[in-house]
């Protein structure tokens, strides 16, 4: 797992593996949930959170949306805002992960 955060200083992204990324996707398991109704069937490939612009796209796989789409689905307004309970609980839990006092950073 890629967690890549933007802010005033710039990107910064680490890779996470292991004990970390499993607790990431514990986290994202609501939001997962949330999500799956969506996407009929596709497979979530990845996803990026625009906080500021209170934005959530996703990349699929496999199946789709509506066939003959871009194979992507973007969630906004207040779509966005149903979901930003779940979307904390993973935006926690990536920061924490990435964060300079993370466990198993350096």
């Known amino acids: ?7 005033t200083d710039g990107e910064r992204g680490r890779d996470l593996e292991g004990d970390a990324a ?3 996707f514990a986290a994202a398991r609501d939001l997962l949930a949330a999500l799956e109704h969506r996407v009929t069937g596709a497979e979530i490939r990845s996803l990026s959170l625009d906080l500021s612009g209170r934005v959530l796209r996703l990349s699929l796989g496999n199946g789709s949306v509506d066939p003959g789409t871009d194979r992507g689905l973007r969630i906004d307004g207040t779509a966005f805002d149903d979901l930003s309970s779940a979307i904390r609980n993973v935006v926690r839990a990536m ?7 993370a466990p198993g950073s350096t």
């Open 22 to 24: 499993t607790r990431v």
């Open 1 to 7: 797992m890629r967690a890549v955060v933007a802010d």
């Open 95 to 101: 920061l924490t992960e990435i964060s300079p006092t």
